[in-house]
């Protein structure tokens, strides 16, 4: 029993496993074995003094058979249970300087054999055994290894246990060895090592009987693997293992048939293969063995086979397997459609957190962070997961780095969370390095580092890490910290969204409607959607919401964005509500005043500035002022600086509010101070005019000016026409003429009646050009501008510049009185009382009667007109009054 009991690894991970660098392998493995201590100068170069005579040779200890009988009676005594007469003996070697009586007491304290397992001193005592070569230093080199690597009993130490392993190897032909060895290269915990290198200690485990060999060739070459992917090669080590797997299983070996099941698993070599796979497991579990039962328990969790599952596991757990109390604790926190328990949750991980299993620990510490399960204590998840950070493990570091980047149980501190998941990354956990790469790509804890993150979340998406795949391809597709990709951005978001990441499903989706992702089908992308917002995914209920509000990639259907959005509400999504308000104001902007007035209930701002303007107007409402200062101030309140400008314009003409010109004048300020383009218009007209305030023609100009620049049509015009009339500002025809084709090209109509007139009268240092001038009023006028109505209506009266056209002028003059245009109501009044030999009459009695007319039927009105202009003294008092236009 005290030879090399060092059993295979429990259970072989199918996880993905990081490819290697090839570099430089270390020069014993390029040829033939090299005794440790003839490389003293590369040992002493890398480890404390303390060990170096370890390594160094020396005199081997001589001992006779009969001190080797002595061995023999120790594990005699032991066997019978005469613990104390065991240890005498073994002291008494020990006494004379024999590394065996060091090395055999070491394994009674590692394996807790007739005494309490205590890994410290027995380590202690496997070094005692090393000062000397002997017999037992290959299995003493190889056990104190395993206790540095594993930070068991003593402070991990890869270094050295890397060294002690070279030493294990060249001293002797055990196949664990040489695999425990081939394992620490793989994992990057020794240095990097040429991947055929670590293949050679492989292959030289299988000669030596190490089955496990094969199975990590297998893993090699498989899609994936560390080394050149062979299907073929991969598909014979695996079945080569499984050949050498089948006569013990069959002779009642239960591990030999819990690997068997492993092969055939979904993951598997061989897999997916249920039956065999279930066959074996449940073949190894009726035996009663932990291990087997543990499984078997695992794949009924996983098949949905609950009750079965947990009995299997309960049966494994209450016969002392570790892994299986760890399983349990985590299927009671909700795992696997399990019932949460939080109280048989904390007692199989307490349980197994106390038999030394850091996986458990870390499961109870961040369930005591989450506090979903579990009663919320991040003084004791903290304290968990640092126990596990002590003993180097890698997932204990990622999460811990996560809890301090995200104030999760603890103060957020970003600085001390980078340097946990700096060692997680080095410990080659991909959790720790997809988040690392993502503090590196938003500067978290860090100066932002765009080429680091993205090398650290390539490593980490490459060993499947879904989240990094995701943020990789978010910021492909952003374009911000990292450039913009979007072949990279689709194919990291594909690969997340393939291996079940919600959030990346919910993105790609998201950019297929949207466009920023060509190629994608909209209602394949719709149907992702709705799969994800099935699932509970709120961020996809709120893209669905979206996209049918805005009719991107489906029709628009606004009920159909309500349910969406009402639904990722109740799911607390945070921009939900905002969604929401701006669906109701699309809806208003439809003609919905009712849709519009939720939105601005639920706090859309623009939906109050809008709801505000149309009280003012009356557009499509009755007109109420008090409800469009109500709506306008509380839009004002929350910083719009176009419900700020509306309410300056309505203090300034007095429109549904005391005139105030002081008062809306500050408002315009406010507005410009916020950047609205239309405030600086406005204030800029009345500076250059000096109307109603203290004219300042430099500042208005500069204001028009300012507002011009950023498009706006209005200050365009307004500019334009002082330009071309000197009005406030040195003339200057060209840039008057500029400004105004640049306000009618945005369809400005007043702009187009001032060029017009420019044109046909050859004003302002333009020159006369009728026919332009009339083809510009003609269009403007057409597009109902009453200015432009009224020119022409009194030029085709008149007969001075073009031909005398009675109807035309008729018709022209009426149109635009009916639309209020003042000098054409008054020329039109002024007419009729020539022709009714009342010229003398009251204009108030003229009005009566044009408005009599205008508001009856437009035919019988227009006809009316047109005979009222056939009186030559009436069409002489109509076109000097229309003079004035």
């Not at 201590?37 to 200890?61: R, V």
């Not at 991990?156 to 060895?181: C, H, I, K």
């Not at 509306?646 to 507005?671: C, F, K, P, Q, S």
């Amino acid at each position: 029993m005290f030879t090399d009991s060092i059993n295979e690894r429990r259970r072989p991970s199918h996880g993905t496993i990081r490819s290697l660098a090839v570099v430089t392998a270390v020069a014993w493995l390029g040829g033939c074995a090299v005794n440790t201590s003839k490389h003293m100068d590369e040992i002493q170069a890398q480890l404390d003094p303390k060990y170096h005579d370890w390594f160094d040779g020396g005199t081997p200890a001589d001992m006779s058979s009969f001190d080797w009988n002595h061995i023999d009676f120790a594990r005699q005594a032991l066997d019978n249970g005469n613990v104390s007469e065991a240890l005498g003996i073994l002291e008494s070697l020990q006494n004379q300087g024999y590394p065996p009586g060091y090395y055999e007491m070491a394994v009674m304290y590692d394996d807790g054999l007739g005494v309490a397992r205590d890994p410290s001193k027995a380590a202690q005592l496997y070094g005692e055994s090393l000062r000397k070569p002997s017999s037992v230093l290959d299995n003493a080199s190889l056990r104190l290894a395993r206790l540095y690597a594993e930070g068991d009993g003593v402070e991990r130490n890869d270094t050295l246990a890397y060294y002690l392993l070279r030493q294990a190897v060249e001293e002797g032909d055990m196949a664990s060895a040489r695999l425990d060895l081939a394992d620490m290269l793989l994992a990057g915990r020794a240095g990097q090592a040429a991947p055929q290198e670590i293949a050679a200690l492989y292959k030289e485990a299988v000669e030596l009987g190490g089955t496990r060999g094969l199975y990590e060739l297998a893993q090699a070459h498989a899609p994936g693997g560390w080394l050149e992917e062979n299907r073929g090669l991969a598909e014979k080590y695996a079945r080569d293992y499984a050949q050498t797997l089948q006569e013990p299983a069959q002779a009642g070996d239960t591990q030999a048939m819990v690997n068997l099941a492993r092969l055939y698993a979904d993951d598997g070599l061989l897999g997916p293969q249920p039956q065999l796979q279930q066959k074996w497991l449940l073949q190894a579990a009726e035996s009663g063995n932990p291990d087997a039962l543990g499984e078997a328990g695992e794949l009924l969790l996983a098949q949905g086979n609950q009750e079965r599952g947990l009995s299997m596991l309960h049966r494994a757990a209450e016969a002392g397997d570790v892994e299986s109390m760890t399983h349990l604790g985590k299927a009671y926190l909700g795992e696997n459609g399990v019932a949460p328990d939080p109280i048989q949750a904390t007692r199989w991980l307490e349980a197994a957190s106390e038999n030394g299993d850091t996986n458990a620990a870390i499961s109870l510490g961040r369930a005591y962070l989450q506090g979903d399960v579990l009663e919320h204590n991040p003084t004791r998840g903290i304290e968990l997961l640092e126990r596990g950070a002590e003993r180097g493990d890698a997932l204990a570091y990622a999460v811990l780095g996560s809890a301090y980047m995200q104030g999760n149980g603890v103060p957020a501190q970003p600085t001390r969370a980078v340097d946990y998941l700096q060692k997680g990354h080095e410990a080659g956990h991909p959790y720790a390095t997809a988040q690392l790469g993502e503090a590196y790509l938003n500067g978290l804890g860090v100066a932002p580092n765009p080429s680091r993150a993205e090398t650290l979340l390539r490593n980490a998406a490459d060993q499947g890490q879904t989240t990094a795949a995701r943020v990789l391809g978010e910021g492909y597709l952003e374009g911000g910290n990292l450039p913009f990709q979007p072949q990279e951005a689709e194919r990291w978001l594909r690969q997340a969204a393939d291996a079940g990441d919600v959030t990346a499903a919910t993105k790609l989706a998201d950019a297929y409607l949207s466009g920023n992702l060509t190629g994608g089908d909209p209602q394949q992308a719709v149907t992702m959607l709705e799969e994800a917002a099935n699932e509970g995914d709120a961020y996809a209920m709120v893209v669905l919401g979206r996209a049918y509000r805005e009719g991107t990639g489906v029709p628009r259907d606004f009920e159909q964005a309500e349910y969406w959005l009402e639904r990722a509400r109740e799911a607390d999504h945070p921009s939900a509500r905002a969604a929401l308000a701006r669906t109701y104001r699309a809806r208003g902007e439809q003609g919905d005043i009712g849709a519009l007035r939720k939105a601005a209930e639920m706090g859309d701002v623009p939906a109050m500035a809008d709801l505000g303007r149309i009280y003012l107007n009356g557009s499509g409402v009755s007109r109420n002022t008090s409800q469009a200062r109500v709506w306008l101030n509380r839009a004002a309140d929350e910083g719009h600086a176009g419900a700020t400008a509306t309410l300056g314009r309505m203090y300034i003409d007095g429109n549904g509010v005391t005139r105030n010109t002081e008062r809306g004048v500050g408002l315009l300020e406010t507005a410009i101070a916020r950047g609205h383009s239309g405030a600086k218009a406005d204030l800029g007209e009345l500076l250059l005019t000096g109307n109603g305030v203290a004219a300042d023609p430099e500042r208005g100009v500069e204001l028009l000016r300012s507002a011009a620049n950023a498009g706006n049509t209005s200050a365009r015009m307004t500019l334009g026409h002082a330009y071309l009339t000197g009005e406030g500002v040195a003339q200057d025809t060209q840039q008057g003429l500029d400004l105004l084709r640049q306000a009618m090209a945005s369809g400005d109509l007043t702009s187009k009646y001032y060029l017009g007139r420019a044109y046909l009268y050859g004003e302002n240092g333009v020159t006369q050009d009728i026919e332009q001038g009339r083809q510009l009023l003609t269009e403007a006028a057409d597009a109902g501008h009453g200015a432009s109505m009224a020119t022409l209506g009194r030029e085709y009266l008149r007969g001075d510049i073009f031909a005398i056209n009675r109807n035309q002028g008729a018709e022209y003059l009426f149109q635009a009185a009916r639309q209020g245009h003042p000098t054409a109501r008054l020329a039109l009044a002024k007419a009729y009382l020539w022709a009714n030999g009342l010229e003398n009459a009251s204009q108030e009695q003229a009005m009566i009667w044009l408005n009599k007319v205008i508001d009856g039927d437009s035919q019988n009105a227009l006809e009316i007109m047109r005979e009222l202009l056939t009186d030559e003294e009436a069409l002489q008092a109509a076109a000097e009054q229309t003079n004035t236009i």
